[in-house]
Nanobody, 126 residues
């Protein structure tokens, strides 16, 4: 069973930065796409950023392009999300997720991700 544990969330002022980390255990995730997703209060969960199995390709939601950077370290079984120029609308619970079967791409659909972490709260004050 895959376990994903996020860390790094917290309270930050608008314009500030945060780095989220996700550690995977239970299996090596080096062959699988990984993603960060978020859910704001009263809103549906949405895709934020994804990275393919070897880190060679990334994908971002339009709302975070140019501000967020996703990266992975397959040797450490981790994936990070560097968030800069944070806005109040970035306030949400952020989840790390990965797929069960290797797709060799970056799925954009939330239903493509089979394993999820418990989430970490990011609050941006304006």
């Amino acid at each position: 069973q895959v376990q994903l544990v996020e860390s790094g969330g917290g309270l930050v002022q608008a314009g500030g930065s945060l780095r989220l980390s996700c550690a995977a255990s239970g299996r090596t995730v080096s062959r699988f796409a990984m993603a960060w997703l978020r859910q704001a209060p009263g809103k549906e969960r949405e895709f934020v950023a994804g990275i393919n199995w070897n880190g060679g390709r990334t994908s971002y939601a339009d709302s975070v392009k140019g501000r967020f950077t996703i990266s992975r370290d397959n040797a450490k079984n981790t994936v990070d999300l560097q968030m800069s120029s944070l806005k109040a609308e970035d306030t949400a619970v952020y989840y790390c997720a990965t797929e069960f079967a290797a797709s060799w791409t970056i799925p954009l659909s939330l239903s493509s991700y089979d394993y999820w972490g418990q989430g970490t709260q990011v609050t941006v004050s304006s």
